[in-house]
């Protein structure tokens, strides 16, 4: 009978943890997702400051996402040649831009390979081999070297609208 009443007074006093109190306080939060007025009075940009900023940096990003893919494509048409074997084996690499999302990562494709007739009839297959491989290593370092220094524009215009994102100045 004592264990009944026992865990009878447990089970009420743990229910009552879960029930809403009578002296709880009730806060009002604002998230102002447009850009609504803030507290202090005027906010200077109008009602719809939030909105209006997110707005300027979508269109933003949708200028730089342009200028990627006028990169892409820029780069894509270059010959970027990679070569081997004293300049006897060249590679003519493409660079392919990456396939959102189904292919998230850029590639290269070799597109054409140069051999000297003179060095293709002096060298052993293993050589031969071994140089290709060389040739297409360094067209693709080649390759990768041209899309850095091109992207390094790109970069410093989104660091700058990062960096305004931030309140700071942009970056240099």
């Known amino acids: 009978m004592k264990l009944s009443i026992l865990s009878t007074a447990l089970l009420i006093s743990g229910a009552s943890a879960f029930a809403p109190s009578h002296n709880a306080r009730t806060t009002s939060t604002s998230l102002n997702l447009f850009g609504g007025k803030k507290e202090g009075g005027g906010d200077g ?52 831009p990456a396939q959102m999302p189904a292919n998230p990562s850029p590639g290269y494709d070799a597109v054409a390979i140069d051999i000297d007739e003179a060095y293709l009839n002096d060298v052993s297959s293993e050589d031969l081999s ?27 215009e989104l660091s700058g609208m990062l960096g305004g994102m931030a309140g700071g100045p942009p970056a240099e």
């Open 45 to 96: 940009g109008g009602g719809m400051g939030g909105m209006m900023d997110q707005l300027a940096m979508f269109k933003k990003a949708q200028e730089i996402a342009k200028k990627k893919q006028d990169l892409d494509q820029q780069i894509a048409e270059m010959e970027i040649i990679g070569s081997a074997a004293d300049g006897n084996i060249k590679v003519t690499v493409q660079y392919v």
């Open 130 to 156: 071994t140089s290709l491989v060389e040739a297409l290593r360094n067209g693709e370092e080649s390759a990768t070297k041209v899309v850095a220094e091109k992207y390094q524009s790109l970069d410093k």
